[in-house]
């Protein structure tokens, strides 16, 4: 078992729980941090499944790089963006379901590795690597200019000169992306409504005499 990671003053218990039960057994082979990046892919390259149980997760690095650099077969849950990374047979619904995997891989390990060498052999791992991406956050972030009708080109084949790979079709929703002229009404919108539903109550109970204050006021 590897368990990579920083070590903080506050621990989940079933860490706690996890690390009391194997380590006496040798089972445990790496527990907390690796002070550098070839030990933490060696790590890695000696592993057969990463597993992940995260609840909260935006993108899951250090999934990817199980699953890139060790060739790892991966056990993620079925939720946050790990499903539309992973096929359907690398995740799980239920604590059940992982235990029953994980207990299958322990019994039967050839199996767990012909699916990792089945899994690494077809996952798109060029898709979430920086030397592809790099090019669609450029092309994301910069100001577009048109190139001139004898120098553009088709995006289905790159640009070989620079090394550039193949593009994918980027599907970016712009619908969320409002400005102040957009929201200046509906807020002014709001107080006015805000400002009369006071007014109404006020009228109605009497909490304050309005007319007594105009009249304070002119004194």
């Known amino acids: 078992m590897l368990c990579n990671g920083c070590s903080y003053k506050e621990q989940p218990q079933c860490l706690q729980n996890?690390?009391?039960?194997?380590?006496?057994?040798?089972?445990?082979?790496?527990?907390?941090?690796?002070?550098?990046?070839?030990?933490?892919?060696?790590?890695?390259?000696?592993?057969?499944?990463?597993?992940?149980?995260?609840?909260?997760?935006?993108?899951?690095?250090?999934?990817?790089?199980?699953?890139?650099?060790?060739?790892?077969?991966?056990?993620?849950?079925?939720?946050?963006?790990?499903?539309?990374i992973y096929p359907r047979e690398c995740l799980y619904n239920t604590e059940r379901q992982l235990f029953k995997k994980l207990k299958d891989a322990c019994r039967r390990p050839e199996k767990l590795r012909r699916a990792a060498c089945n899994f690494s052999a077809s996952f798109p791992a060029e898709l979430y690597l920086w030397r592809t991406l790099k090019f669609e956050y450029r092309a994301l972030l910069s100001p577009r200019q048109s190139a001139p009708a004898g120098q553009r080109q088709s995006p289905a084949h790159g640009d070989e000169s620079q090394g550039r790979p193949p593009k994918r079709k980027a599907q970016v929703d712009y619908s969320w992306v409002v400005t102040w002229d957009d929201v200046l009404p509906s807020i002014l919108h709001g107080l006015g409504s805000v400002v009369l539903a006071l007014l109404l109550i006020n009228y109605t109970f009497g909490i304050v005499d309005v007319h007594s204050l105009f009249q304070a006021d002119k004194h």
């Open 18 to 84: 996890c690390y009391d039960t194997l380590h006496g057994s040798g089972c445990i082979k790496q527990w907390g941090r690796l002070e550098s990046k070839e030990e933490y892919l060696l790590a890695l390259r000696d592993a057969d499944v990463a597993v992940s149980t995260a609840i909260h997760e935006f993108y899951g690095v250090s999934m990817l790089e199980a699953a890139i650099f060790g060739k790892c077969f991966i056990l993620a849950p079925n939720r946050l963006a790990y499903p539309e």
